[in-house]
T-cell receptor
Framework: DAGITQSPRHKVTETGTPVTLRCHQTENHRYMYWYRQDPGHGLRLIHYSYGVKDTDKGEVSDGYSVSRSKTEDFLLTLESATSSQTSVYFC??????????????FGAGSRLTVL | AQSVTQLGSHVSVSEGALVLLRCNYSSSVPPYLFWYVQYPNQGLQLLLKYTTGATLVKGINGFEAEFKKSETSFHLTKPSAHMSDAAEYFCAVSGGGGTSYGKLTFGQGTILTVHP
């Protein structure tokens, strides 16, 4: 499964608290992505990274920040969680061997509930 | 910019019947097109992709899709449904080559139910 690990897999938190989700990959791929999945919306891109310290916004980036201080880890932070951020969050990588085909491989997901 | 519309949020078929899941896309550049499948409580798994070349592409589990540029469509088919095909299916598009950093834009998903 391309060595993608998301943590935590499940989290329940309260409105206004900070939350950090971690995506860890073991194969040193350059491109990493954070998506959120909501019923009726499919998956929507939050942020992506194309190298260490190189990140950019996706279509639903408000309320989220990311960091990538080393190749293997891509962190997604909700500075002050809101109920609208209750979702399932997926990390994805683009394997370098598939760089021309834009094939993404997804992690197992992190289910976040904000009360 | 790209967008994807999947026609029908739920599709129900009988086991052994034809599966047809519809996807239309919009793209300002030549597209790459994908179908992913998601089984309950799992991540997404690639079924098939179109990049360039042959417009009829075959994927895993007997699925195939045809890229029709004139109709801006990439419908997914399988001749005979199996109970194990029950899942949610997502169509996705990206800009081709190095134009998009690999970012995918997804449709809203179609839940496929297979009846015995």
């Amino acid at each position: 499964d391309a060595g993608i690990t998301q943590s935590p897999r499940h989290k329940v938190t309260e409105t206004g608290t900070p939350v950090t989700l971690r995506c860890h990959q073991t194969e040193n791929h350059r491109y990493m992505y954070w998506y959120r999945q909501d019923p009726g919306h499919g998956l929507r891109l939050i942020h992506y990274s194309y190298g260490v310290k190189d990140t950019d916004k996706g279509e639903v980036s408000d309320g989220y920040s990311v960091s990538r201080s080393k190749t293997e880890d891509f962190l997604l932070t909700l500075e002050s969680a809101t109920s609208s951020q209750t979702s399932v969050y997926f990390c994805a990588i683009k394997a370098d061997r598939n760089s021309g085909a834009n094939v993404l491989t997804f992690g197992a997901g992190s289910r976040l509930t904000v009360l | 910019a790209q967008s994807v519309t999947q026609l029908g949020s739920h599709v129900s078929v009988s086991e052994g019947a034809l599966v047809l899941l519809r996807c239309n896309y919009s793209s300002s550049v030549p597209p790459y097109l994908f179908w992913y499948v998601q089984y309950p409580n799992q991540g997404l798994q690639l079924l098939l992709k179109y990049t360039t070349g042959a417009t009829l592409v075959k994927g895993i589990n007997g699925f195939e899709a045809e890229f029709k540029k004139s109709e801006t469509s990439f419908h997914l088919t399988k001749p005979s449904a199996h109970m194990s095909d029950a899942a949610e299916y997502f169509c996705a598009v990206s800009g081709g080559g190095g134009t998009s950093y690999g970012k995918l834009t997804f449709g809203q998903g179609t839940i496929l139910t297979v009846h015995p």
